[in-house]
C-alpha cells in the first residue's frame, strides 16, 4: 500500500513540475511573438486622423494657455495640429505628444509654428485627463 502510495505522490510531483516548467516560458517571455512589452512605448499610426490624439494636443494647448504660461514672446499658443504621438500604458494611458502650435498674434499674422513636447495621462474609468508636462521641444524639426 505505502509503493501505490509513494508512486502516486511521485507522479502528481512530476506532473506538477512539467506543467510549472511549461507556464515558467510564459510567464518569463511574455512578449514572446505575441503583444508587445508591458510598460513599453507604442507610436501611434495616422496621428494626423487620429480624432482622439488631435483632441488631447488641443487640450494641451488650452491647458497650456490656461495655467498662463506665456511662450517666450508673451503670446498665447493656438494649435495647430499633433504630429507625432506615443502611448505607454500605466495607470491609465500616458500620451507623449509633440504639437504644432504658433503664437497667438493679431488674427492673419503668419507667425511660425513651433513643436512642443507634451505629456498627458488619460483614466478612462474616471473620465480625467491631466497634463503632466509642456515645453519647447528639444529639436525643432522640419516635420
Same mark, same amino acid.
Given at each position: 500500500?505505502?509503493?501505490? =502510495?509513494?508512486?502516486? %505522490?511521485?507522479?502528481?510531483? =512530476?506532473?506538477?513540475? @512539467?506543467?510549472?516548467?511549461?507556464?515558467?516560458?510564459?510567464?518569463? #517571455?511574455?512578449?514572446?511573438? @505575441?503583444? /508587445?512589452?508591458?510598460? +513599453?512605448?507604442?507610436?501611434?499610426?495616422?496621428?494626423? +486622423?487620429? @480624432? !482622439?490624439?488631435? !483632441?488631447?494636443?488641443?487640450?494641451?494647448?488650452?491647458?497650456h494657455n490656461r495655467r498662463g504660461s506665456p511662450?517666450? $514672446? *508673451?503670446? /498665447?499658443?493656438?494649435?495647430? $495640429? &499633433?504630429? %507625432?504621438?506615443?502611448?505607454?500604458?500605466?495607470?491609465?494611458?500616458?500620451?507623449? =505628444? @509633440?504639437?504644432?502650435? /504658433?503664437? *497667438?498674434? $493679431?488674427? +492673419?499674422?503668419?507667425?511660425? !509654428?513651433? &513643436?512642443?513636447?507634451?505629456? &498627458? &495621462?488619460?483614466?478612462? #474609468?474616471?473620465?480625467? $485627463?491631466?497634463? =503632466?508636462?509642456?515645453?519647447?521641444?528639444?529639436e525643432q524639426p522640419g516635420y
Amino acid at each position: 500500500m505505502a509503493s501505490k =502510495l509513494y508512486a502516486v %505522490a511521485v507522479a502528481v510531483l =512530476l506532473s506538477s513540475a @512539467r506543467l510549472a516548467a511549461a507556464g515558467a516560458d510564459d510567464e518569463q #517571455w511574455p512578449a514572446a511573438g @505575441r503583444g /508587445r512589452k508591458v510598460g +513599453g512605448t507604442t507610436a501611434v499610426e495616422d496621428v494626423e +486622423g487620429n @480624432r !482622439e490624439v488631435q !483632441e488631447l494636443g488641443l487640450f494641451c494647448v488650452v491647458e497650456h494657455n490656461r495655467r498662463g504660461s506665456p511662450t517666450a $514672446r *508673451g503670446h /498665447r499658443l493656438v494649435f495647430s $495640429r &499633433v504630429v %507625432a504621438a506615443q502611448t505607454q500604458v500605466v495607470a491609465g494611458i500616458k500620451y507623449y =505628444l @509633440r504639437i504644432a502650435a /504658433r503664437n *497667438g498674434l $493679431r488674427e +492673419g499674422d503668419d507667425d511660425e !509654428e513651433k &513643436v512642443f513636447d507634451a505629456v &498627458v &495621462v488619460v483614466k478612462a #474609468w474616471v473620465p480625467s $485627463r491631466e497634463m =503632466l508636462s509642456f515645453a519647447p521641444a528639444a529639436e525643432q524639426p522640419g516635420y
